[in-house]
């Protein structure tokens, strides 16, 4: 006689086979993560100055870089000559008492000013050019070096993608010293501080002359900031 099989034999075979189907799963999920990789992140490469090195990776915010202000215009105002013709206004003369007898006068010869030479007047102003324009020590190519040597691009001017050409205006006196360091045009407030740093730790220059006699005269430097 054959025996027959009962449910609860029949579950036994079962719960092994649907075990054995549910290793195959779990190690095909296992083997699928394995297999996944993250996308590759590439790195920023920062020109600009010799002596910084970008970290491997920069997060850039989701948030959206503040809106640059419009670019102010650039007015050049004109100068004037100033024409002495030896004469100059005089106060009224207002006299409180008795009136004399004689009339009295008032000689202006000895308080008279007749104000500086033209020429020399000239000379002592500022000029946007000169017959010799100031120079940095070295010539060109050593303002170049100087400037890529010592400009720092400011991190958080990376991290949000800024970039331009600052222009710098400042004056060279007589003595090659830099003074009335100012913005010329700018491009991001990082950026326009960097570039004044920069130009007011220069050395002194070479002074422009006109003719024989050294001058003041004023000069702009572009510094320009470029992300690859």
Known sequence: ???KKTKKADLESKKTTLFLIGLVVALGFILFAFEWKQPARKALIVQGSRDYMPPEYLVIPSTPPEKNEPEKPIIKVPVFKVIDDGEKP?????????????????DLGEIMDYGKDEGEEELSAILD???TMPEFPGGQAALLSFLSKNVKYPLIAQENGIKGKVFVAFV????GDIYDVTLARG??????????RVVKSMPQWKPGKQGNKAVKVRYTVPINFILQ
């Open 129 to 131: 050019f000169a017959e």
């Open 1 to 3: 006689m054959k025996s």
């Open 172 to 175: 060279v006196d007589e003595n």
């Open 90 to 106: 005089v106060d009224e003369l207002i006299w409180e008492g008795e009136e004399p007898e004689e009339p009295v006068v008032i």
């Open 187 to 196: 491009v991001d407030a990082s950026l326009d501080r960097e570039a004044l």
